[in-house]
Every structure is written in C-alpha cells, then in structure tokens.
C-alpha cells in the first residue's frame, strides 16, 4: 500500500527555490514505481512525473527524466552509448562502471545548474 505524502515544497532544499521530494529515498525500486505511480514524485519545477515512465532508451529501466549512464560513453572502458560498460577481458559488466555513474550525475548537475525543470527533483535526504 502506498501512503500519501504531502506536495513537496519550493526551498525545502539547499538551495533557495530548489524543489525536493518530501520523502524518501526509496527502499527500493518497486517503492519508487508505486510512488510514481501514484503520483508522487516531482520534477524540479514541482510537477508531477508522469504515472508511467517511457522505457529508458539506454538500459532495461523506465525513464525518470534524469540522465541514464547509458547515455554516456563510459570514460573507464570507453564502451559507446548504449552499450553495456566492458572489463578488460571484453565481457560485458552487469553494472555500470562508476565513472561512468558519476558522470551520469555531473550530467545531472549540470542540467539543474542550468534551470533544466525536467530533472526529477532530488530526495529529502540527499
């Protein structure tokens, strides 16, 4: 059962006007997808994310609005957007290096620096 929480409000970050979410982090994926579901999740102009995302263009996930690593080409192993980062024996990982995650979220950074109102806002928490 998901529980209501209360709109999230303008200058509940660290920075002034910055729009949060109220609550979280999530414990978990599935407790994210309800939230959105129920429409409880914001974007940093303090708008709804749509109930249900559009399939990440990149990886097996559903598309938030914030920038997925696999966007990006990986600056550990060079592996070109959309592909799954590789070690060095050439296999393929089954997670993201974290370079390339970190660059994923300077990305990110970048974007809300620029006034993007797209990017889902950050958690209380974080």
């Given amino acids: 059962m998901v529980s209501a929480?209360?709109?999230?409000?303008?200058?509940?970050?660290?920075?002034?006007?910055e729009v949060r979410q109220p609550f979280g982090p999530p414990s978990s994926r599935a407790e994210e997808r309800a939230w959105r579901d129920?429409?409880?999740?914001?974007?940093t102009a303090g708008s709804p994310l749509p109930a249900t995302g559009t399939p990440?263009?990149?990886?097996?996930?559903?598309?938030l609005g914030d920038t997925?690593?696999?966007?990006?080409?990986c600056p550990k192993c060079k592996?070109?957007?959309?592909?799954?980062?590789?070690?060095?024996?050439e296999w393929e990982t089954s997670?993201?290096?974290?370079?390339?995650?970190?660059?994923?979220?300077?990305?990110?950074q970048r974007r809300e620096d620029a006034g993007d109102g797209t990017m889902p806002?950050?958690?209380a928490s974080t």
């Avoid at 129920?38 to 974007?43: S, Y």
């Fill in 56 to 63: 990440c263009g990149f990886c097996d996930g559903s598309d």
């Fill in 68 to 73: 997925c690593p696999g966007a990006l080409t």
């Fill in 95 to 108: 997670q993201w290096h974290a370079a390339r995650v970190q660059a994923a979220d300077l990305e990110d």
């Fill in 38 to 43: 129920a429409g409880l999740l914001v974007d």
């Fill in 5 to 17: 929480h209360p709109a999230p409000a303008a200058g509940s970050g660290s920075r002034t006007g």
């Fill in 79 to 89: 592996a070109p957007p959309g592909r799954h980062c590789r070690r060095p024996s």
């Fill in 121 to 123: 806002a950050r958690w």
